[in-house]
């Protein structure tokens, strides 16, 4: 039981940094929301962007503060991207 909560705030940790990562250090381009999702841990919204001709898709886990917006994150909406320019692949919303 004391590992598992280590390893949570591990992850929790290592997400924490990873976003703070990218907005000190992403790059934006334009995506859209491709659908959503609610979960037990709350709503996930899935979303594409597209960078030099190769398509990317990720999903995301939304805030409170993204969940007062819900407009703003439905499916078929733009939405800013921020993402690694050194590791594409690795983005979050904006």
């Not at 007062?68 to 979050?92: E, T």
């Amino acid at each position: 039981m004391v590992f598992g909560f280590l390893k949570r705030k591990k992850n929790t940790d290592l997400e924490a940094e990873r976003r703070r990562f990218l907005s000190e250090h992403g790059r934006i381009t334009d995506g859209r929301i491709i659908d959503s999702e609610q979960t037990a841990a709350g709503e996930v919204v899935f979303y594409t962007y597209s960078l030099n001709g190769v398509d990317f898709e990720s999903s995301e886990l939304l805030t409170p503060e993204q969940q007062a917006d819900p407009l703003k994150y439905a499916p078929g909406a733009k939405i800013g991207v921020r993402y690694d320019p050194r590791n594409q692949g690795n983005s979050m919303l904006d």
